[in-house]
C-alpha cells in the first residue's frame, strides 16, 4: 500500500501576462505626437503674442500721409479704416423713449433734397409754439438726428426762410477748421471772426463736410485738440472766473478732460454777440443756469421778443456740456466720450467708437464697463430718472403757458408796459429756465437733481409771474 504525502497541495500561481512590444511602441509614438503639438500650440501662441504687441505697436498703416489741411474723412479712413467706419454709421437713425428720431420720409423740392427728415418736436408738443412765438424755432424744430445729418439739417431747416441766420451757425454744424485757416491766412481765431460775419448762404460755400476728424484731432499726432476758438474763449472766462488766468485748453487741459472737451465744443448754450454776430459762450459767471442769467442780465441780452406777451426772452441752445458738469458722471472724472463713444477692441488694438450715439443703444460697453447690475436695470433706472424729468418738464411747460397766456389777456384789456414789466421778467426767468432743460439732450440724465431744481423753479417763476399780474393797482 502506497503511502500518501503529507505535505499541503500549494498551486504555483501563473506569471503576469508579459506586455506586449506593440503597446510600449505606441506610448512613445503618442508622446512624441503630443509633445509635437504642445510645441507648435506653443509656437502659435508665442507668434500670435508676437502680431498683437506690433498691432499694438503700430496702430494704424500710413496708407496716406495727413496734413493740417486734410479736411476730408474719407481720406483720414484710409489710415484709420476701424474708426471710420463707426463714423459712418451715426446715420442710422435709432430713437430712445426720450430721445433721437424717427426715419420720415418727405417727397424731395429744389429748395429742400433731402428725403428723409426726423419728426417734428413742434407736433409733438404744440405748446412749445407758444412757447417760442415769434422766433424761428416755432417755425421748424424737429428731434436730433446723428452727426452725419448736422449740416444738411442746418442748411436746409425752414428756420432758414423765416429769419436771417448770420455765419455764426457754421461753427457747430460743419467741419469749420478748414474754412477758419483759409479765412484767416492760417489764423483760426482771424478765419472764426471772419466767418462769423457772412450771411449764412456764403458762410456755407466754405464748408463741406459735417464735423470731421480733423476737428478734434492732431493730423500727425493724431491727439485730441479743441479748434473752436469760442470754446477757447469759454474755457479762458470760466477758469479765470475760479481763479485760474490765462487759461490755454489745449496746453493745459489733461488728457481725460479733452475727451470731454473736443464735444463741449458744440455742444453748449451760446449767444451772438454784437453786430459781428460772434460767437460766444456765457461763462465768464460760472457754467450753471444761474450763472448764465446773470451774465445774460449783466449784458442786457434778449433773443426776441415774444410775440404774444411783448417779452424780451431768451432761447437756451443745447447746454450739454453745462448740464453734465453739473452731474455725478462728471464729479466722478467721466468724460463724454467714456459714454457716448465708449472704447471697443479689435483684435490687440483698443480703439474709441466714432459711431456717437446714446449709451442706452449700447448698454454693453457704455455703462457695464462701470455698473455691474443687468442691462435691463441699467435701462430701468435711466428711463426712470427721464420719465421724471419729462412729467416735471410738462408741469414747467403748462406753467409757463398760463403765464403767457395771462400776459397777453392782460394786455389785450390794455394794461400799461409798466403794469406787465415785473410779469415779463418772470416770463423771460421761466421760459429760460424750462428750455435749458428742453434743449438739452439728455432729458435730465446728465444731472438729474439738478434738472429738476431748474424746472422747480420754472414752474415758481410762472406763478410768481401770475401773482404779479393779480397786484396790478384797481384800473390798470
Known amino acids: 500500500m502506497s503511502e500518501e504525502s503529507t505535505e499541503p497541495n500549494v498551486e504555483t500561481p501563473e506569471p503576469p501576462p508579459r506586455k506586449p512590444r506593440l503597446f510600449g511602441l505606441r506610448m512613445v509614438v503618442l508622446i512624441?505626437?503630443?509633445s509635437f503639438a504642445a510645441a507648435i500650440l506653443g509656437l502659435a501662441l508665442l507668434t500670435n503674442i508676437m502680431e498683437r504687441k506690433q498691432e499694438a505697436r503700430n496702430p494704424f498703416f500710413r496708407v496716406v500721409e495727413l496734413t493740417d489741411d486734410t479736411e476730408d474723412p474719407?481720406?483720414?479712413?484710409?489710415?484709420?479704416?476701424?474708426?471710420?467706419?463707426?463714423?459712418l454709421r451715426t446715420v442710422d437713425q435709432q430713437r430712445t423713449r426720450f430721445g433721437g428720431s424717427e426715419a420720415i420720409h418727405r417727397t424731395p423740392t429744389g429748395a429742400d433734397p433731402r428725403s428723409v427728415v426726423a419728426q417734428s418736436r413742434l407736433e409733438e408738443d404744440p405748446r412749445?409754439?407758444?412757447?417760442?412765438?415769434?422766433?424761428a424755432f416755432a417755425v421748424d424744430f424737429r428731434e436730433e438726428r446723428g452727426h452725419a445729418f448736422m449740416l444738411d439739417d442746418q442748411t436746409f431747416t425752414e428756420r432758414q426762410r423765416v429769419t436771417a441766420q448770420p455765419g455764426t451757425c457754421i461753427n457747430c454744424h460743419a467741419s469749420a477748421y478748414s474754412a477758419y485757416k483759409k479765412l484767416g491766412n492760417g489764423?483760426?481765431?482771424?478765419?472764426?471772426?471772419?466767418?462769423?460775419?457772412?450771411?449764412?448762404?456764403?458762410a456755407r460755400t466754405h464748408v463741406s463736410h459735417p464735423v470731421s476728424c480733423i476737428d478734434c484731432h492732431d493730423s500727425q499726432s493724431m491727439q485730441l485738440r479743441v479748434t473752436r476758438p469760442a470754446f477757447m474763449e469759454g474755457m479762458k472766462a470760466l477758469k479765470a472766473s475760479q481763479g485760474i488766468a490765462d487759461f490755454d485748453v489745449n496746453r493745459d487741459a489733461t488728457r481725460q478732460e479733452m475727451r470731454t472737451y473736443v464735444c463741449g465744443q458744440c455742444h453748449v448754450e451760446y449767444y451772438f454777440k454784437g453786430p459781428e454776430k460772434t460767437l460766444t459762450y456765457p461763462w465768464s459767471k460760472g457754467l450753471r443756469v444761474d450763472n448764465i442769467l446773470a451774465y445774460?442780465?449783466?449784458?442786457?441780452?434778449?433773443?426776441?421778443t415774444h410775440a404774444r406777451s411783448g417779452a424780451n426772452v431768451l432761447k437756451a441752445q443745447h447746454p450739454e456740456f453745462e448740464m453734465f458738469n453739473q452731474g455725478i458722471h462728471a464729479r466722478a472724472g467721466v468724460s463724454c466720450a467714456d459714454c457716448h463713444m465708449p472704447y471697443t477692441r479689435e483684435g490687440a488694438m483698443k480703439i474709441s467708437s466714432h459711431h456717437v450715439r446714446s449709451?442706452?443703444?449700447?448698454?454693453?460697453?457704455?455703462?457695464?464697463?462701470?455698473?455691474?447690475a443687468t442691462e435691463d436695470e441699467l435701462k430701468f433706472r435711466v428711463e426712470t430718472i427721464q420719465q421724471r424729468t419729462f412729467d416735471l418738464r410738462g408741469v414747467a411747460m403748462d406753467a409757463l403757458v398760463d403765464l403767457i397766456n395771462d400776459i397777453s389777456a392782460a394786455r389785450t384789456k390794455g394794461a400799461a408796459d409798466n403794469d406787465l414789466s415785473a410779469a415779463r421778467d418772470y416770463q423771460k426767468k421761466a421760459q429760460f429756465y424750462l428750455d435749458f432743460v428742453e434743449a438739452e439732450n439728455s432729458m435730465g440724465f446728465h444731472a438729474p437733481q439738478e434738472a429738476a431744481r431748474i424746472l422747480g423753479e420754472s414752474i415758481n417763476f410762472s406763478r410768481l409771474g401770475q401773482a404779479s399780474l393779480r397786484t396790478r393797482p384797481p384800473g390798470s
Open 32 to 34: 512624441a505626437f503630443v
Open 74 to 87: 474719407a481720406v483720414w479712413g484710409k489710415n484709420f479704416p476701424l474708426q471710420y467706419d463707426s463714423y
Open 128 to 135: 412749445l409754439k407758444t412757447m417760442w412765438d415769434g422766433y
Open 187 to 202: 489764423d483760426i481765431t482771424a478765419g472764426f471772426h471772419a466767418l462769423n460775419k457772412m450771411p449764412y448762404a456764403e
Open 296 to 304: 445774460y442780465a449783466e449784458m442786457d441780452h434778449k433773443d426776441w
Open 359 to 372: 449709451p442706452l443703444l449700447n448698454i454693453n460697453i457704455s455703462c457695464q464697463t462701470c455698473h455691474k
